[in-house]
Each structure stands twice: as structure tokens, then as C-alpha cells.
């Protein structure tokens, strides 16, 4: 091993396009199109694709989903809720990974995480079903222990730790406060075998204290890629995130 290089491999990079979509469905068009940004993502270095198919199609559509399985070259990860008559799609197109998530209509974006004590036998369920048709789990999770520590019991693969009240705190204790949190749960989820996943919120300044958090194999990034990509151009937005995480990585 050289030695500048890192003494661990940084987290994967997966890019998610739901707002190309939801600029699309703007104006009812065709433009942009998320297959396109699919695409650049991946020319960028993205490491996989992320995309959330709600039960309204606020954005993404049924058609992006199924296009997308056949052109995506990395790995493509579906977002979606419990409701089964969604998890019937996911079942007949088979993406590289599901990721459970809450889901409310009146919300902007995706709150916070799902609630699995409150909702195991749907959980249970929908980790069974997807397991029978061969397909990795991933639960999207507040970083409370009791929840990933349920995640175990009914069998997902991995969780995805929601970062969004990390990534909302003022820079310093309250940022170190949250990010404490952050890293405890993750340890609890590697230590129980389980995959270890971050996002929401996350960007080019706060991404490296996520990153950071050992164990850490892949986050999800979305909004901050896509504002960015107004004015740099999606490509390079990429390009930039991912070589942040991994020099974050390699200096410490």
C-alpha cells in the first residue's frame, strides 16, 4: 500500500435524481429527463444510482424506473414506502437495492426515519417479500439504537442513517453533538452485521464528518448535487462531491 493512500476505501457515492424529475413534471414535458442525468451522474463518478418512487409520482415515474434498470451501470437503488401495490413494482423490476422509506403526501421532502417498532409486521412483511424475490434491504433510520437493533431482528441488510437533523445544526457543538449520534448508531449497526448507509441533507460542507464515521460504505445524496448542478453542470457536481469524500477520508 502506498503511503499516501487511505487506510479505508471511501463510502460509495449514490447520486439521487428525483429533482430532475420534479423540474420535469413542472412544466409536464419531457425535459430534463433523469435517464439523461442518470447517465452524467455515472460519467461523473457517481457509484450508484438513487430514486424515490412515491405513491403520488410527484416526480419520478413508473417508465423512469424501468428505463432506468436497464441503463443504469452501477448500482440502482429504489426508494419507496411500505404500501404494497409500490412494493409490487419494485418486486417486477427488480432494482440493485430497496430502501424503505416513511412517506407522507403533504411533505416537501422525506421527514425523518421509518418507524419500524411502531410498524414491524408491515416491516417484517416487505423485508420477507423482497427477500424472496432476491433483492437487498435497506431501512432508511433516525440514528436511535432501538430502532437499528429492530432493523437486525427482522433481517434487513442494511440501514441508511437519516442525516438531516446532522446536516441542519449550526457548525460546531451542536454539528459534533449530532454527529456523535450519528456514529454510535453506526457502530451498532456494523457490529450487528448490518450494512451501513447514510443521507439526507448532506453537502460539499458537511459531508466529510459523515463520511468519516467508520464503517461507513455508501451515501445518498440528492438536493445539493442538483442545486449545484445549476450553475457548475451535473457532471462536475459529482466529480466534486466525490472527490470530497474521498479526500476527507484520506486525511484523517
Known amino acids: 500500500m502506498s503511503p499516501t493512500a487511505p487506510l479505508t476505501a471511501p463510502p460509495r457515492l449514490g447520486v439521487n435524481i428525483d429533482h430532475v424529475a420534479t423540474l420535469r ?3 409536464g414535458g ?7 442525468a442518470a447517465v452524467v451522474s455515472e460519467l461523473g463518478g457517481a457509484d450508484g444510482i438513487t430514486i424515490h418512487l412515491r405513491e403520488d409520482r410527484r416526480h419520478i415515474q413508473d417508465r423512469d424506473l424501468r428505463v432506468l434498470r436497464e441503463t443504469v451501470r452501477t448500482l ?9 401495490s409500490i412494493l409490487r413494482v419494485a418486486l417486477e423490476v427488480r432494482p440493485d437495492q430497496l430502501t424503505f422509506v ?17 410498524q414491524r409486521e408491515r416491516v417484517k412483511t416487505a423485508i420477507e417479500r423482497s427477500h424472496e424475490a ?10 436511535q439504537l432501538d430502532q437499528i437493533e429492530a432493523a437486525r431482528e427482522l433481517q434487513a441488510d442494511a440501514v441508511e442513517l437519516h442525516t438531516g437533523t446532522y446536516a441542519q445544526a449550526a457548525a460546531g457543538a451542536p454539528r459534533a453533538v ?13 457490529s450487528l452485521g448490518l ?26 445524496i ?3 448535487l442538483i442545486a449545484r448542478a445549476v450553475f457548475t453542470g451535473l457532471e462536475r457536481a459529482v466529480r466534486e462531491m466525490r472527490e470530497r469524500i474521498a479526500s476527507e477520508v484520506a486525511i484523517h
Open 134 to 143: 432476491g433483492l437487498k434491504v435497506s431501512l432508511f433510520l433516525d440514528p
Open 222 to 224: 440528492g438536493h445539493s
Open 178 to 190: 449530532e454527529l456523535v449520534a450519528l456514529t454510535q448508531a453506526g457502530a451498532l449497526a456494523k
Open 30 to 36: 419531457r425535459d430534463p429527463d433523469p435517464i439523461w
Open 102 to 118: 416513511p412517506e407522507n403526501r403533504q411533505e416537501i421532502t422525506t421527514e425523518g426515519g421509518l418507524d419500524v417498532l411502531g
Open 195 to 220: 450494512a451501513l448507509h447514510a443521507g439526507h441533507g448532506l453537502t460539499l460542507d458537511n459531508v466529510g464528518g459523515v463520511a468519516r464515521i467508520p464503517g461507513m460504505e455508501e451515501l445518498n
Open 76 to 84: 440502482l437503488n429504489l426508494e419507496l414506502s411500505l404500501e404494497p
Open 25 to 27: 413534471q413542472a412544466r
